[in-house]
């Protein structure tokens, strides 16, 4: 993708990889829209995921997932978070590879620390067993479905979001490269500002 494309940035992980976060900084720097795919899936079916799990199963989930993923391919200038099991459907990885798809890569100790307690509100953790080892399971069967669905790939642990959605623009493209020096003023120290 080159420096300015206006084409559609779609982020890819396991839950707790940041996509949310992360796919809002990236938005708010570019000055592009964001969107939340499972928010768009409530929004279409006047569903919670957690209800639409529930009651229809996760196959149906699927078939909705890929409607609200089909219906962003018309934006432009749009980030759009995907649901962690995006990559499932093998059609879904094809397309998206040919998308500027940028996979969040996550260790499961910090994914699991960034959920915290919403880890037993993702339906597909909290289904059976403990949600923590099968978020482990999960991620160990996904990521080779992540790395042949992503274009690009960052690291996310123990960086800030905001830093991550940065080295999404580098690695893009978008930035070519950051001089400090050139924002040397920006960070001289004033003598008189002793007392700070
Ligand atoms: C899912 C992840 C969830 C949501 C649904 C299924 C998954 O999204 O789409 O519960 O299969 O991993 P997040 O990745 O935003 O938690």
């Given at each position: 993708m080159s420096a300015g494309s206006e084409k559609n940035i779609y982020l890819i992980g396991i839950?707790?990889?940041g996509k949310s976060t992360v796919g809002e900084a990236l938005a708010s720097q570019l000055d592009w829209q964001f969107i939340d795919l499972d928010e768009r899936i409530e929004y279409m079916t006047h569903q919670t995921i957690r209800r639409i799990f529930e009651e229809e199963g996760e196959e149906a989930f699927r078939m909705y997932e890929k409607a609200a993923l089909m219906s962003t391919e018309k934006l432009r200038k749009t980030v759009v978070a995907c649901g962690?099991?995006?990559?499932?459907?093998p059609e879904i990885r094809q397309w998206l590879k040919k998308q500027a798809t940028v996979w969040l890569q996550v260790s499961s100790d910090e994914a699991i620390s960034r959920l915290g307690?919403?880890?037993?509100?993702?339906p597909l953790l909290a289904a059976e067993g403990n949600p923590e080892t099968t978020l482990r399971n999960i991620l160990a069967e996904r990521k080779p479905y992540y790395t042949a669905a992503a274009k690009y790939q960052v690291k996310t642990d123990n960086v800030d979001p905001m830093d991550v959605a940065f080295n999404i623009q580098m690695e893009m493209g978008f930035i070519s490269d950051f001089d400090p020096s050139g924002f040397d003023d920006l960070f001289t120290k004033d003598d008189d500002d002793d007392e700070f």
């Open positions: 839950s707790g990889s962690g099991g995006i990559i499932l459907l307690a919403e880890i037993k509100e993702r």
